[in-house]
């Protein structure tokens, strides 16, 4: 069973940056792993913002539209402790920020259903 919880939530004013933190423990596919960040602002849909994609020594990132540019993802130690770090951010970049976790097994998917595992999400308010 994997756990998942953020960390690094907070107000911050436009143009400043952000880092948010995932750790995760328990059974962890660090060979094989997808972490992924999402959104979600009050009314809205959850929203995909990027992903690591891990599959042994080979790793990348993608990124959502509205963040690619802007934010990066990386991940330590094994990738157990994902980041992800918002520079620049804009006031509708103002949501909760939730990862989320699965094993790798030849996709990973932008989508939320297809994700395991999650953490409870930590706020992050940005303005002008």
């Known amino acids: 069973q994997v756990r998942l919880m953020e960390s690094g939530g907070d107000s911050v004013q436009t143009g400043g940056s952000l880092r948010l933190s995932c750790s995760a423990s328990?059974?962890?596919?660090?060979?094989?792993?997808?972490m992924a960040w999402f959104r979600q602002a009050p009314g809205k849909e959850r929203e995909w913002v990027g992903t690591l994609d891990r599959v042994f020594e080979v790793r990348s990132t993608r990124f959502s539209d509205a963040v690619r540019g802007r934010f990066t993802i990386d991940g330590d130690r094994g990738d157990s402790t994902l980041f992800l770090e918002m520079n620049g951010p804009r006031p509708q970049d103002t949501a909760t920020y939730y990862c989320?976790?699965?094993?790798?097994?030849?996709?990973?998917?932008?989508?939320?259903?297809?994700?395991?595992?999650w953490g409870q999400g930590t706020q992050v308010v940005v303005s002008a």
């Open positions: 328990g059974n962890i596919w660090r060979s094989h792993i997808c």
């Open positions: 989320a976790t699965r094993r790798h097994d030849g996709h990973c998917p932008d989508d939320a259903s297809g994700f395991d595992a």
